[in-house]
Structures are given as structure tokens and as C-alpha cells.
């Protein structure tokens, strides 16, 4: 099964501050990453696929990067509703890997 | 708009059987892969199973490969989820996923709402 190391576990970050969020594939997962918010009592929210398109509807400070195996999730100005949990998915191979998730909570 | 709304979770007893149904709308249903994914209470998301778009083509976890059967109906745009042997372990929010994109890359980009399990005795 392919690991999806997810750093760090948690980030307390200022508004309007950048915040970034990590994935490591523990094998080439050729951009096929996605990152989710998912707000507390909800269900998760597609932000980015292929590692850095932009989900139509997602705010333009989401942003993701990456290659291979390291993968980055950047949010451009923190902003309140921007508080949640965040996972990384693996979709190359199966079985679909998430990352453990990082909690964003506004400082 | 994109719609699907899971039901048929609840409490059961170890051992017992259950099924989930998703129901879909605002969307060609017949046109896209279909999963359920899970969450056990306070923890992070486990892919459980994906159907393809026409049914000819099933994936599981390992962990529920034999006691657990994806299925669909096209006609009634409906995803199932037949749970059998439950085990204390599967108890968690079940949610309904679209898979979209194309071989071998795919991701999930829209959610149900999700149901809860619970198996306990």
C-alpha cells in the first residue's frame, strides 16, 4: 500500500498569515494527489486534484505543488473560515490512501 | 447541482448485517465511478470501496474484501453498500463519493452528507 505521510499534525497560524501543509508518498504517485478541508461535523470539500488544479469553486488562496512523492498545500492569507482539518489523497493506486490529516485552527 | 444523500446506517450487533444506500442527483449517475469512503469517530479518512460506472468492475480495502459488497443501480441512480460480519471496527460515518478523472488517476469531488455505524452490542 502506498503511505501518505501528512505534516504537521497541527498549525495554529494569524489571519492573513501563509500557511503550508505536506504530503509524502511513500512511491511516485505521478501528481495524483488531492487535498480536502473538511470542517467539523461535515463532510470533506475538494480544494485541489492533479496535485495543483484548483476545484472550481475553491477560494483562489488555495494552491497546491508538487512532484513524485512530495507534495505541498499552500493558503495565501488565512482567513476564519479557513479553519478546519486537511487531507492529502493518493488516487494512482489502489488502495486510495488519505494522509492523517492537519488541524488549522486560527491563532 | 450535484446531490447525494446516504441513509440505512444505525446501531447493530456485532456479527449482524446492514445496508447503505446513496441516493444521487444532478448528475448522469451512469457516467462516473462511484466509492464509499469512512471515518471512525475522531479519526481520518479510509477508502472503503469503488464501483465503476457501470458496475463491471469492484475494488475493496482488504479489511472488508469478503464481508463487504459494493453495488449500483443505474436506472435508480442509487449506490449500495451491503455490510455483512459487522465488526466493532467498522463502526464510523459512511460517506457516498463521485470518483471523477481517468485511469489511474482519480480523486473524489463530491460527498454525501454520510451516515453513521454503529456496531456494538
Known amino acids: 500500500d502506498i503511505q501518505m505521510t501528512q505534516s504537521p499534525p497541527s498549525l495554529s497560524a494569524s489571519l492573513g498569515e501563509t500557511v503550508s501543509i505536506e504530503c509524502r508518498a511513500s512511491e511516485d504517485i505521478y501528481s495524483n494527489l488531492a487535498w480536502y478541508q473538511q470542517k467539523s461535523g461535515k463532510s470533506p470539500q475538494l480544494l485541489i486534484h492533479y496535485a495543483s488544479s484548483l476545484q472550481d469553486g475553491a477560494p483562489s488562496r488555495f494552491s497546491g505543488s508538487g512532484s513524485d512523492t512530495q507534495y505541498s498545500l499552500k493558503i495565501s492569507g488565512m482567513q476564519p473560515e479557513d479553519e478546519g482539518v486537511y487531507y492529502c489523497?493518493?488516487?494512482?493506486?489502489?488502495?486510495?490512501?488519505f494522509g492523517a490529516g492537519t488541524k488549522l485552527e486560527v491563532k | 447541482e450535484v446531490q447525494l444523500v446516504e441513509s440505512g446506517g444505525g446501531l447493530v450487533q456485532p456479527g449482524r448485517s446492514l445496508k447503505l444506500s446513496c441516493a444521487a442527483s444532478g448528475f448522469t449517475f451512469s457516467n462516473y465511478g462511484m466509492a464509499w469512503v469512512r471515518q471512525a469517530p475522531t479519526k481520518g479518512l479510509e477508502w472503503v470501496a469503488t464501483?465503476?460506472?457501470?458496475?463491471?468492475?469492484?475494488y475493496y480495502r482488504d479489511s472488508v474484501k469478503g464481508r463487504f459488497t459494493i453495488s449500483r443501480d443505474n436506472a435508480k441512480s442509487t449506490l449500495y453498500l451491503q455490510m455483512d460480519s459487522l465488526r466493532s471496527e467498522d463502526t464510523a460515518t459512511y460517506y457516498c463519493?463521485?470518483?471523477?478523472?481517468?485511469?489511474?488517476?482519480?480523486?473524489?469531488?463530491?460527498w454525501g452528507p454520510g451516515t453513521m455505524v454503529t456496531v456494538s452490542s
Open positions: 464501483i465503476s460506472y457501470d458496475g463491471s468492475s469492484t
Open positions: 489523497l493518493q488516487g494512482s493506486k489502489y488502495p486510495y490512501t
Open positions: 463519493a463521485r470518483q471523477n478523472g481517468y485511469d489511474p488517476y482519480w480523486y473524489f469531488d463530491f
